[in-house]
């Protein structure tokens, strides 16, 4: 009697079965890859996508921020043209207030400068608005010496006063020949505001301290 052992045979072929060809295994190896390929796809796409909505976000804030900044600059430039129109209008009133007065104290500095025996013919504005020409006669160069110290004493003429000219001449009287002298000078006024204190210049003969 043959006996045949069929549990044997039925191992055989489940393990044959379970067992995977090559082509088998590329194709799942494959299908994992494009899985893993559509996850990190996935991914980086949810990743750029929410990095472009911060970005948005950033920009619209940015965008929000410069219209702010502009309007302030705006206003900024509006407060300095209009600081810039106000210096400019006290400066013209100043000036106006200080070209009044100008010529109030230059005729009275001059008036009070004079000494005896001096007298003058011409007074007149020279090239530059603070320039003054004067011209007069006195009968002795001291006597103009003495005119243009006091004019510089007075601190409102700028030192030092230039003597343009003089010419002596001779003069025929009931009471004999005598000399007078013609002469000319230049100098530069200062406004009150600008004029600098002057020390009181020493008489003569006085000791020094």
Known sequence: MIKINLLTVERQRAKKKLAFDPGQKLIALGSLLLVAAVVLIGWRYWSLDKESKRLDTEIAAAVSETARLKAILAEVQRFEQRSAQLGE??????????????????????????????????????????????????????????????LEQSGYFKRSIEIVNTQTETLTAATGPSELVRFSIRAQFQQPSAAAPVEQAAPAGAPGG
Not at 92 to 113: K, N, Y
Not at 122 to 137: H, S, W
């Open 89 to 150: 209008r006290v400066s013209l009133i100043e000036q106006l207030r200080r070209d009044q007065t100008g010529p109030v104290h230059l005729l009275d500095q001059i008036s009070r400068a004079l000494p005896p025996l001096l007298w003058l013919t011409n007074v007149k504005q020279g090239t530059n608005p603070d320039e003054v020409l004067i011209e007069g006669r006195c009968l002795t160069l001291t006597g103009l010496s003495d005119f243009v110290g006091s």
